[in-house]
């Protein structure tokens, strides 16, 4: 599915597609270039009870880790797609219910299973919640798992970062923070309604390490609207003089329906640029951060690049994206999670989810037990956003080479130069970098073919016909 009706247009810079590509012409049919952010797999999901999730814990062989969703704002970006709402005075009830939750999970986690490789606090907002509430999941968490080795990761909203907040944190335990800076330029920051200004983009990274945080986290926006090269190359060397860890580049994504989307569809916002200069911005990206060191190791779609410096790669997004994925507990409103060899989507609602759980059930409302085909396929759809897919634990786990089950889709991607085959690897080709959720695709098996990611409408529409009403 492409999102974006502007994306087949002409460029407003005159270029085309073929023009940035030096090893060919832009791909057309099962193989024309999609950018969807394809996270999940498998997505033809129905509903799924708490019963469902516990009925076969799997060894957790593969590792588990943690994810929980705060789904506050403080004020809402009129480009956002996430699943949030208006924070108010709702972040310590919310805080509260989350720990309940936590409670819940007792048994549905196999005993065995009683350390966790990651905790990652994403929203949302989820420095909403006071440095306490963080240290007081943290505690809820660790009388159940071991936390020593785990990557604890918290979104933090740069007008947050304050010293006295940051310093907070990591005593509670934060050992790995995320900036959402989106841009450096403060014409940018209003032209997509953010709610920060520029000198707190520029001020966060450095009042984190005054804090004690040796491992921090940027993530920029381009193809935002009105922005021009000069200004995207500008944010890159911002961010490499901030001296981050990891820098995540991602492409504005617009929902047409949402206030920013529409606003451009009427014609009183400036439009994005065309397809051509998001290829150009994102291929900028990666030359920038490679020649100030940082390497290329995810991409979460075809426009959204994640790059460390060596060693800092994210272990949330290692664990639980690159093959052999592991199994990680949702907990918050509209979290994901895979467990027991389920892929679940929690309530979104907060009214339904603080009933939900406030009754003293977990907030499950929709997911797969995964089939072994979909096993095989999600091996490979989020497996190859990591740009190396090791095929050695794919011939373990199956009993079959990854040639012997997917032997058309493999040629047919080599054969386009978006992949090449070694002995133990499958690598996507710098030309395939702009293809990646093209190449996740290829391999989405018959029950899921074609399909997009699950919409938070139809999850909404399912909470109804689960539980009566929305909230
Ligand atoms: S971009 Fe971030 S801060 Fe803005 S509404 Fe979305 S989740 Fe909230």
């Not at 994306?7 to 791909?27: E, I, K, R, V």
């Amino acid at each position: 599915m492409s999102i974006d009706p502007d994306l087949s247009d002409a460029d407003p810079t005159g270029q085309d597609l073929s023009a940035l590509d030096p090893n060919g012409p832009d791909l057309t049919g099962p193989l024309a270039r999609e950018c969807e952010y394809i996270t999940y797999f498998p997505v033809n999901i129905r509903p799924l009870t708490p019963a469902d999730l516990t009925a076969r814990p799997t060894d957790g062989s593969a590792g588990f880790g943690i994810y929980l969703h705060v789904p506050l704002c403080d004020q809402i970006c009129p480009f956002c797609n996430y699943n949030k709402f208006l924070s108010g005075t709702r972040p310590d009830r919310l805080g509260g219910l989350l720990e309940q939750e936590i409670a819940l999970y007792g048994n549905v986690v196999a005993p065995h299973i009683d350390r966790a490789d990651f905790v990652y606090f994403g929203g949302g907002t989820p420095s909403v919640l006071s440095a306490a509430r963080i240290g007081s999941l943290l505690a809820r968490l660790r009388e159940r798992f071991d936390l020593t080795a785990a990557e604890v990761c918290l979104e933090c909203h740069p007008a947050h970062a304050t010293p006295e907040y940051l310093s907070a944190l990591r005593e509670a335990g934060v050992n790995r923070i995320s900036f959402g800076v989106q841009s450096f330029d403060a014409r940018m920051l209003t032209a997509i309604g953010s709610h920060h200004t520029a000198e707190e983009s520029a001020a966060c990274v450095p009042a984190a390490r005054r804090a004690g945080f040796d491992n921090v986290a940027v993530d920029l926006m381009f193809l935002l609207p009105g922005q021009d090269m000069d200004s995207w190359s500008a944010d890159l060397d911002r961010a490499v003089c901030t001296g981050a860890d990891h820098i995540s580049a991602y492409r504005m994504l617009l929902d047409p329906m949402g206030p920013l989307g529409r606003g451009i569809r009427l014609g009183r916002t400036v439009p994005q640029a065309g397809e051509a200069t998001e290829v150009r911005m994102a291929q900028t990206a990666l030359d920038t951060l490679a020649a100030a060191g940082y390497r290329h190791y995810g991409s979460c779609s075809s426009a959204g690049f994640d790059l460390c410096l060596p060693g800092r790669e994210s272990v949330y997004e290692l664990r639980h994206r690159a093959a052999p994925q592991c199994e990680y507990a949702a907990i918050g409103p509209g979290a994901v999670g895979f467990l027991n060899g389920s892929v679940y989507w929690n309530i979104h609602t907060l009214g339904e989810y603080a009933r939900t759980v406030g009754g003293g059930a977990l907030p499950v409302l929709a997911g797969r037990r995964l089939t072994d085909s979909d096993r095989r396929s999600r091996y490979a759809v989020l497996g190859v956003k990591h740009i190396e897919l090791p095929l050695a634990p794919f011939r373990e786990r199956f009993g079959r080479t990854l040639r012997e089950a997917f032997p058309d889709t493999l040629d047919l991607l080599a054969a386009s130069g978006l992949t090449e085959e070694s002995e133990d690897i499958l690598r996507v080709t710098p030309r395939g970098v702009h293809y990646m959720d093209t190449i996740s695709k290829a391999f989405f098996n018959a029950d899921n073919h074609r399909l997009p990611q699950p919409y938070k409408p139809e999850l909404q529409m399912m909470s109804v016909d689960l539980h009566g009403s929305p909230a």
